[in-house]
């Protein structure tokens, strides 16, 4: 195993190595490079801080896999993270990390039945990986007895502070043994999270990772903007363009999995769909025809699409939207990984270019508009594939059996025409243009360029002693936002209007839909004027 040479110098044994090479890691992170030796060689306490993306996952969870014993009769490891999306991605990630070390992990998070959890826990789990809320829970049910622990690791700690759970993670700290290795990680260090690393770690290491993310700047990222009954058209020409495409396609629902899927069938794509209601049975049997390229599309929900550990995607599509900025980031993390570049589209309709402007500001993407590939370009790429493909078996393959066939038709026919004729025989349903539908171009009205402005509709006036003047000073007292990016302000006696770039105008509305005037926010998107556009 030469390629993971870096991560053997870490001080990872064979085994950990086998599952490392299985899922796919070259390379360590540099987070990564720099916890894990001091994780294993040290019994040191270590703040880590590093951005979302940079694989601290691993950087903590490859050790404790290294560390922990086998068949142990308590919990050996909690681990402490914000919310259950988070709960389950680091468990599974961990899970795909352990190879044959036979550990169990459990995510225990609220929302899940605790009769379930319950049966988990008595059966013997060697790391927890909870939500603050339920772990409380479960330490005052005695369902969960944190006295033995070896390590405790609270991830994105500046995210449990800002969702409030600052004082539970203080309790769940008090409640276990004092001799435990304490981890914290965090993308950033407010005194809140360092007052807590003073109060509750020994003499800890700040290690410091400011290292571009690890998957999303290899992912090449596009979107394109397409009305809603024009998606699968639009699919379909993005599938046919390239010359390899072995990507995961992204639906909100169950239903929209299966409708997709069915559809690109009909088509004769060869697609599979994954989802909730699919068997474990049938899922396995799914993720292996997929990883053995049977399959080149697998069309699937969030959900379903979690803990799967496939590698080399060319494509991720979000064919819908994502609910959230993070898991926009988790979708496309999972092309482009491991130093390969993968691309990742994003489907929007008109309605959802606000959306994916946050979802660009938030994720700290890149997301470059693109134009849908045109038919003639799409047949165009075709052709050339196949002149490649032919040349090829000209070049490569033996013929001969088919030379006397060949000069027979030649005696009557031009080589030409021959060439033609069997080309149109064997290629026509694929090179013909009519296997493709028009698709309508989005109305210019509905999509507003990305330097664009919206007007915010101010639920105070003259009235409220406001003067344009005041209002901007108004709003940049409460928000952090430049003055100057507050524009074309208008007062009226009891309301206001004023234009601000999209970005400021998220801003503002999140601000403001917490303050309220009765019970309207102060600040909402003013209706469009018929004239605007
Ligand atoms: P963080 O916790 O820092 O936000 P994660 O641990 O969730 O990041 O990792 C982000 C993604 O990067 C995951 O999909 C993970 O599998 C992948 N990853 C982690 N380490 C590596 C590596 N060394 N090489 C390639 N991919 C990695
Ligand atoms: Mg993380």
Redesign the pocket.
Known sequence: MVKLAK?RALGLSDITLKA?EK???????K??ERIIPLFLSTDKDIVGQ??????????F?LPLIELLKENSKYVQVLILTPTRELAI??AE?IN?LKGSKRLQIVPIYGGQSIEQQLRRLKSGVDIVVGTPGRVIDHIKRKTLVLKDISNMIL??ADEMLNMGFIDDVEEILKSTNSNKRVLL?S?TMPDRILRLAEKYMKKYELVKATEE???INLTDQIYFEVNMVDKLEALCRIIDIENVFYGLIFCRTKVDVDTLANKLMERGYSAEALHGDISQYQRERILDKFKRRKANILVATDVAARGI?IVELTHVINYSLPQDPESY??RI??TG???KEGTAITFITPSEYRKLTYIQKLAKSKIRKEKIPEIMDIINSKKLRLKKDILKVIKEGDCSNYSELASEMLVENKPEEVCSALLKHFFQEELEIKNYNKIRETSKNSFIDIKGKTRLFVALGKMDGMSPRRLVDFIKNKVHVDDRKINDVQIFDKFSFINVPFEEAEIILRFFKKDTKGNRPVVVIAKKRKDSR
Not at 23 to 29: N, Y
Not at 50 to 59: H, L, N, S, V, Y
């Open positions: 991560f490392l899922k796919g890691f070259e390379e360590p992170s987070i990564q590093a951005q979302t993306g940079t694989g601290k996952t691993a950087a969870g991605q680091v990630e795909s991830d994105e990680f993308a993310k690890l998957t550990d980031v988790h993390g999972r990984r491991a130093g």
